[in-house]
């Protein structure tokens, strides 16, 4: 097989939880974050392939860095990204940080306690928001926010799909502490509806991903393009709603997604709230709620 692409589930950045280098963002922006995407998504979707040996999957997420440090081009997605890198005078680093955690996600199939998790996070999701700010030109004093946020959405995406990690690729991001604590093992995870036991080990971490959560709150003001900051307002506000859906209902068996009406909805709230505070004017303590379902 000649090309990681080959192997791209078909999914596309239209599909994902969280917007993408959306109409918010800059046009000028966007072709180098979706660069960064297709790279990225590529890379996911070998590390998460059914049929692929683990050698197999490590050698292809080999290739890709190998094509995205220049000495080769065999994977498209790695050469545009490369050429975008070097347009903008950015380093590969993130890149590499998240095929790091895609290698991860190959060789290890279990997490020890929140830290281990987090530890997971800082390779697999806040390298992504931090390649955002880059293009962005955007100081690194914005990280700590930025890996805040990202490690929230990171956790959020953990819980939704806890069953179908383990029952599809037996990969459990469900620290092994919290389910023992629980009195569960990982098998829990793959019945039709979660155990009391087991639906108050996923409340309890979707909890504490919501205390995760308010330390990105001040992220939208911090940077510096208002754009990014719409966008960035957006995505907390869709993160703080899936850590509310997530502590009311079970992701074995009920609905833990927004729907896009419930997404479009979500975003109007966000766009006015950022915009009033950033004009200085005093933003209703709440806007009316918008169903998940």
Request: aromatic share 6%.
């Amino acid at each position: 097989m000649s090309s990681a692409g080959e192997l791209r589930s078909g999914k596309s950045h239209r599909d994902e939880n969280f917007p993408v280098a959306s109409w918010l963002i800059h046009p000028r922006h966007r072709a180098p974050i979706l660069a960064f995407y297709h790279f990225v998504r590529t890379a996911d979707d070998i590390a998460d392939h059914a049929e692929l040996k683990p050698e197999e999957k490590l050698a292809l997420l080999d290739q890709l860095e190998v094509d995205l440090d220049g000495a080769g081009d065999r994977n498209p997605e790695a050469v545009t990204l490369r050429k975008e890198l070097t347009q903008r005078g950015l380093s590969p680093r993130h890149a590499k940080d998240l095929l790091t955690a895609f290698r991860l996600d190959v060789t290890k199939l279990r997490y020890r306690d929140w830290d281990d998790l987090i530890g997971y996070c800082a390779y697999s999701a806040m390298p992504v928001g931090r390649f955002v700010c880059d293009v962005h030109g955007e100081s690194e004093t914005v990280w700590p926010a930025n890996d805040a946020l990202c490690a929230a959405l990171q956790i959020i995406n953990h819980l939704q799909d806890c069953q179908a990690d383990y029952r599809n690729l037996n990969r459990v991001y469900v620290p092994q502490d919290s389910l023992a604590a629980a009195g569960v093992d990982v098998e829990a995870l793959g019945e039709a509806r979660a155990s009391p036991a087991l639906l108050a080990c996923l409340h309890r971490l979707a909890d504490k991903t919501e205390l995760l959560l308010r330390q990105a709150d001040a992220f939208p003001s911090l940077v510096v393009d208002r754009r990014l900051g719409l966008e960035i307002a957006v995505i907390v506000r869709l993160a703080h709603h899936l850590t509310g859906v997530l502590m009311q209902r079970d992701p074995l068996s009920e609905r833990v997604h927004v729907s896009k009406l419930g997404a479009l909805g979500l975003t109007v709230q966000a766009v006015l709230q950022h915009g009033i505070r950033s004009l200085g004017v005093r933003a209703p303590a709440r806007l009316p709620e918008v169903s998940g379902r």
